[in-house]
Each structure stands twice: as C-alpha cells, then as structure tokens.
C-alpha cells in the first residue's frame, strides 16, 4: 500500500517562505511523477508544481519563480520551496505520487500567509 506523508506547512507573513516536504513509502514504480496540488475554500484542487522521476517540471503560471520543486536523494521524496510567498498562496497543500494511471495523494499540509 502507497502512503504520502507530507510535512512543513504552517502560518507565515507575505514574502516569506516554506519549504514542504513529502516521503511516499510502498511498492512503488520506478517511472513516476510526483507533485503538489493546492486547495483554497470553496476552489477546486489545482496543480503547483510536478517533477518527473528523470526531472522535467510543469509549473503552475501563479508560482513560477517563486516556487521550486526538488526530488530529494531518498527515493519518492519530493520537497516544494516556496519563497515570496503572498497571501493568495493560502491553500492547503497536498502531495501526489502518479504511477501509469494511478494517482495516490497525501493528507495535506495547510499553509497559510498572512498579509
């Protein structure tokens, strides 16, 4: 069985930053993309940013240069940098692992920033 655990969120002032962490653990294949999708009350899920297991990213338009998204040298880790942070960031962020078609996510980590 799959589990993401994610780590690292929490409440910082606009033009801060955080770092997110994420561990996946599990029977889990090689060839893989991992990611981080953010959720605001009442929006839908969006991606923030992927990285393939050979490290090609896809950013979201909102966080690029700003955010920078990182494979750790543990396997199936992944870490999200997020630096100038604004309050329209505020979401709760969750970590996905894509393995072919399947799509395994973690609990979430809330961020909130403050203006």
């Known amino acids: 069985q799959v589990q993401l655990v994610e780590s690292g969120g929490g409440l910082v002032q606009a033009g801060g930053s955080l770092r997110l962490s994420c561990a996946a653990s599990g029977s889990i294949f090689i060839i893989n993309t991992m990611g981080w999708y953010r959720q605001a009350p009442g929006k839908q899920r969006d991606l923030v940013a992927s990285?393939?297991?050979?490290?090609?990213?896809t950013y979201a338009d909102s966080v690029k240069g700003r955010f920078t998204i990182s494979r750790g040298n543990a396997e199936n880790t992944v870490y999200l940098q997020m630096d100038s942070l604004k309050p329209e960031d505020t979401a709760v962020y969750y970590c996905?692992?894509?393995?072919?078609?399947?799509?395994?996510w973690g609990q979430g980590t809330p961020v909130t920033v403050s203006s």
């Open positions: 996905n692992l894509l393995v072919v078609a399947y799509n395994y």
């Open positions: 990285i393939t297991s050979n490290g090609r990213t």
